[in-house]
């Protein structure tokens, strides 16, 4: 059970992804684990093959706990049955019971007229991405519907018409796996140890953010939705870049020392519909194209208001960018999200007077604030790390 | 597609976004991302998925057409009847 958080005590297993047999590589996601902040994705850093599992569905387990047993390459050719890896197990393994493929299905589909997709395909059965988005936050089974588009496709409709007759109560319409009460004591726990431990300073820059409206205005006009801009993936981009220059704001403050990150991993701070917060990574932020950064983001989304986020995006922000949006407020002061040193906000863009070339006009203006760790680093360095994301503002075309 | 199909995917679309909306309440001449609390990336994805299921341009300068939910509705239906008779 891997710590999603310097908070997390336990996590329950909810649902194995991969069974016993399969071959695993670095990355892919072989587990769901619900936590406090919601249902998490566990990814694996051990290439390997997946031997047994060493903990039962719904179980929940401390951090710690070893999940599975995985035979590394170098294990797998040596043929040692008892593999390496069990040494890990801090207990008695619990009795082992290798799970059948069958145990890791979805249950078996109620009765009802679905086409005649083979069973055990379920979850390719044709849906429009509508209708397979409803079904995942609802958490419905898609092969309990039956299609009424083109070829059997299961519409939108067949799923509302599924939950009307399903009467789900009240508490379904939770998107799954999040635990609204138990992220807001996450939150607080988190939040309460940053105002304890971190001495944090305040900054704020007004910067000009016309040149970008323009210049998005400009590419958005000749692209279908898809493929369209949000100035937050400037906002976004801009800080990631401007932090190749101040690597002081990049990274942890662990066991009295500040451990800068090669890498740039930017937290979203993600607002969840009903209440809560959460600040997934979005990779290497630094090195994304634009489009890739704006799929990037829309996709980060997605998964978090609909609870599956996973486990590398919980744990390794190495900075976190929150913008309250168009409808916010016109500055916001974070707090640190601990072990990170340094929270940027982005305010909404209002329209202002302003001075250019000595003369006055409507500009659109932003304010970008810093909460910086003085324990890490001080105003001055602060103030020309946001002076930096303003200037790069400035230029969007070459971000 | 007729007004009340259009209606209707506005309102799926919308129930994609925000399950808890029910839609039936939404003052029609109200700003729809006050009222339902969208935010940009919200609208952006509400916008892509109204042009894949209408098949209709749906041009960023047009959205403060959109703001409202009789508004989208009538500008959708708009485009489709100009759409026809192009």
Redesign the interface.
Request: glycine share 8%.
């Given at each position: 059970m891997p710590s999603l958080g310097a908070d997390m005590e336990t996590g329950t297993l909810v649902e194995w992804l991969v069974k016993p047999g399969d071959f695993v590589k670095r990355g892919d996601i072989v587990a769901v684990v619900e936590t406090q902040k919601g249902a998490i994705e566990i990814e694996v850093y051990q290439p390997g093959q997946i031997v047994q599992f060493l903990v039962d569905l719904h179980s929940k387990v401390p951090v710690g706990t070893p999940l599975a047993l995985i035979r590394t390459e170098g294990e797998a050719k040596a043929a040692a049955p008892p593999p390496l890896a069990a040494a890990a197990a801090p207990m008695p393994a619990p009795p082992v019971i290798p799970q059948p493929a069958a145990a890791v299905m979805p249950p078996p589909a109620r009765p009802p007229v679905p086409l005649p997709a083979a069973a055990g395909v379920a979850a390719r059965k044709a849906a429009s991405p509508a209708a397979r988005r409803l079904a995942e936050e609802r958490g419905i089974d898609l092969s309990a519907i039956a299609g009424s588009g083109p070829g059997g496709a299961i519409t939108s409709t067949d799923v509302e018409r599924h939950l009307a007759a399903a009467a789900p109560p009240a508490e379904a319409k939770r998107p799954l796996g999040l635990d609204l009460a138990a992220m807001r004591v996450a939150i607080a726990a988190a939040m309460a140890r940053s105002k304890r431990d971190i001495p944090h300073y305040y900054l704020q820059h007004q910067i000009d953010v016309t040149p970008c409206e323009h210049w998005l205005a400009a590419r958005n006009a000749t692209l279908p939705p898809d493929g369209r801009l949000l100035i937050g993936a400037l906002a976004l981009k801009a800080v990631a870049v401007a932090i190749a220059r101040f690597p002081a704001f990049n990274g942890f403050y662990r066991d009295n020392k500040f451990e800068p990150s090669a890498a740039v991993h930017v937290g979203v701070a993600i607002a969840i519909r009903g209440g809560g917060l959460t600040a997934p990574a979005l990779h290497d932020a630094d090195k994304l194209s634009l489009d890739d950064l704006m799929s990037g983001m829309r996709d980060l989304v997605q998964r978090t208001r609909a609870g599956r986020m996973r486990s590398s995006e919980m744990t390794d922000p190495t900075i976190t960018v929150s913008s309250l949006g168009e409808r916010g407020v016109e500055a916001l002061y974070g707090i640190i999200y601990p072990p990170q040193v340094a929270i940027v906000g982005f305010g909404k863009v209002v329209t202002r007077p302003w001075v250019v070339d000595g003369a006055i006009e409507p500009r659109s203006v932003v304010t970008i604030t810093l909460a910086g760790d003085h324990r890490v680093t001080d105003g001055h360095a602060g103030a020309l790390f946001l002076a930096e994301i303003g200037k790069l503002l400035q230029e969007p075309e070459k971000l | 597609m007729s007004e009340a199909d259009i209606r209707?995917v506005v309102q799926?679309?919308l129930?994609?976004i925000?399950?808890?909306i029910d839609i039936a309440t939404v003052d029609p001449a109200a700003d729809l991302?006050?009222t339902i609390?969208i935010?940009?990336?919200d609208f952006?994805?509400l916008?892509?998925?109204l042009?894949?299921?209408t098949g209709l341009?749906?041009?960023?300068?047009d959205y403060p057409k959109l703001a409202t939910l009789s508004g989208m509705v009538a500008y959708l239906e708009a485009k489709l009847k100009s759409a026809k008779t192009a």
């Amino acid at each position: 059970m891997p710590s999603l958080g310097a908070d997390m005590e336990t996590g329950t297993l909810v649902e194995w992804l991969v069974k016993p047999g399969d071959f695993v590589k670095r990355g892919d996601i072989v587990a769901v684990v619900e936590t406090q902040k919601g249902a998490i994705e566990i990814e694996v850093y051990q290439p390997g093959q997946i031997v047994q599992f060493l903990v039962d569905l719904h179980s929940k387990v401390p951090v710690g706990t070893p999940l599975a047993l995985i035979r590394t390459e170098g294990e797998a050719k040596a043929a040692a049955p008892p593999p390496l890896a069990a040494a890990a197990a801090p207990m008695p393994a619990p009795p082992v019971i290798p799970q059948p493929a069958a145990a890791v299905m979805p249950p078996p589909a109620r009765p009802p007229v679905p086409l005649p997709a083979a069973a055990g395909v379920a979850a390719r059965k044709a849906a429009s991405p509508a209708a397979r988005r409803l079904a995942e936050e609802r958490g419905i089974d898609l092969s309990a519907i039956a299609g009424s588009g083109p070829g059997g496709a299961i519409t939108s409709t067949d799923v509302e018409r599924h939950l009307a007759a399903a009467a789900p109560p009240a508490e379904a319409k939770r998107p799954l796996g999040l635990d609204l009460a138990a992220m807001r004591v996450a939150i607080a726990a988190a939040m309460a140890r940053s105002k304890r431990d971190i001495p944090h300073y305040y900054l704020q820059h007004q910067i000009d953010v016309t040149p970008c409206e323009h210049w998005l205005a400009a590419r958005n006009a000749t692209l279908p939705p898809d493929g369209r801009l949000l100035i937050g993936a400037l906002a976004l981009k801009a800080v990631a870049v401007a932090i190749a220059r101040f690597p002081a704001f990049n990274g942890f403050y662990r066991d009295n020392k500040f451990e800068p990150s090669a890498a740039v991993h930017v937290g979203v701070a993600i607002a969840i519909r009903g209440g809560g917060l959460t600040a997934p990574a979005l990779h290497d932020a630094d090195k994304l194209s634009l489009d890739d950064l704006m799929s990037g983001m829309r996709d980060l989304v997605q998964r978090t208001r609909a609870g599956r986020m996973r486990s590398s995006e919980m744990t390794d922000p190495t900075i976190t960018v929150s913008s309250l949006g168009e409808r916010g407020v016109e500055a916001l002061y974070g707090i640190i999200y601990p072990p990170q040193v340094a929270i940027v906000g982005f305010g909404k863009v209002v329209t202002r007077p302003w001075v250019v070339d000595g003369a006055i006009e409507p500009r659109s203006v932003v304010t970008i604030t810093l909460a910086g760790d003085h324990r890490v680093t001080d105003g001055h360095a602060g103030a020309l790390f946001l002076a930096e994301i303003g200037k790069l503002l400035q230029e969007p075309e070459k971000l | 597609m007729s007004e009340a199909d259009i209606r209707k995917v506005v309102q799926e679309e919308l129930n994609n976004i925000a399950p808890e909306i029910d839609i039936a309440t939404v003052d029609p001449a109200a700003d729809l991302r006050e009222t339902i609390d969208i935010d940009s990336m919200d609208f952006l994805n509400l916008v892509t998925a109204l042009h894949h299921r209408t098949g209709l341009e749906i041009p960023e300068i047009d959205y403060p057409k959109l703001a409202t939910l009789s508004g989208m509705v009538a500008y959708l239906e708009a485009k489709l009847k100009s759409a026809k008779t192009a």
